[in-house]
């Protein structure tokens, strides 16, 4: 962890956090609710390619307009779950469960709309002070997965099922087949990337806080983010789910869906701050 203190949080420990350090992956504080624990890894604030480079395998063909490669910049730090919410902390906060593949409450929860997702924050945010929970933003979603790097996955050039729950039918780039799930898997069961963040591929696609746009444009920003007033625009997915090829989990894929839509393969995770 750098020495630089602009780098760190405003405060740590967080006053929400029970539990607290720093590990191989940075400083990490833990959320306690209902017996729920959720842990938050805290992100330095940094720059990276957004995007794709025309020549990466199986980009999109109007990819030049969805991932149009260009240079972000995020000038604050932030902390991010480490993993997508589970159904035991939306059970935990909402008193139900809407998920599809409920057998095991670790797994994350799906079947939520982004108005949903929104009443949960509001709900979360009353309940512990000083959270100020949201979504993140779509550029500071891509900068957490990739974790430092520019190849197709957080992973380098290629990825497997061992790594990524997605339709291992469809493999990336003329890949070796795998095994398809079918199914969602409980966070944390496959490997977490370079800065400790848990299936940011695959399993389930994650809601956004910014409203959709198809172009993003090729100039350089910091801190970008499109939240319309009109809280029944479009709103960004990143991801992509357990039904996915392989493509269609690379860092750089974006979608978006109607606020008001569920899918058995949509979740998301928190930022704070």
């Not at 490669?69 to 932030?78: A, P, T």
Request: glycine residues 10%; charged residues 25%; proline residues 7%.
């Amino acid at each position: 962890m750098s020495n630089d203190h602009h780098l760190l949080p405003a405060n740590f420990p967080p006053p929400w956090a029970y539990a607290w350090g720093e590990d191989a992956f940075g400083l990490f504080a833990k959320l306690y609710y209902q017996n729920v624990i959720q842990r938050f890894r805290w992100l330095l604030p940094g720059s990276f390619w957004m995007g794709s480079p025309p020549d990466e395998p199986e980009r999109e063909p109007w990819g030049d307009r969805k991932e149009t490669r260009h240079r972000v910049g995020l000038s604050q730090g932030y902390w991010l779950a480490d993993t997508a919410c589970t159904q035991a902390l939306w059970q935990a906060v909402m008193g139900e469960n809407p998920s599809i593949f409920n057998d095991d409450l670790v797994k994350p929860v799906e079947m939520v709309s982004w108005h949903e997702v929104q009443s949960f924050i509001e709900q979360l945010n009353r309940q512990i002070g000083g959270l100020q929970a949201r979504l993140p933003s779509e550029a500071e979603w891509e900068y957490a997965c990739r974790a430092g790097t520019e190849t197709p996955f957080s992973f380098g050039d290629a990825i497997s099922p061992r790594l990524v729950n997605y339709n291992g039918n469809y493999p990336f780039n003329n890949g070796e087949k795998g095994e398809y799930r079918a199914a969602t898997v409980a966070v944390k069961r496959l490997p977490a990337n370079a800065w400790g963040l848990y299936e940011m591929h695959g399993n389930v696609w994650e809601w956004c806080r910014d409203g959709w746009r198809e172009d993003l444009g090729c100039d350089d920003v910091t801190d970008p983010l499109f939240d319309p007033t009109d809280r029944d625009v479009a709103r960004v997915l990143r991801g992509g789910g357990w039904y996915d090829d392989g493509g269609d989990v690379r860092s750089a894929v974006r979608s978006g869906d109607q606020p008001f839509d569920r899918d058995h393969g949509i979740g998301f995770r928190l930022a704070l701050g």
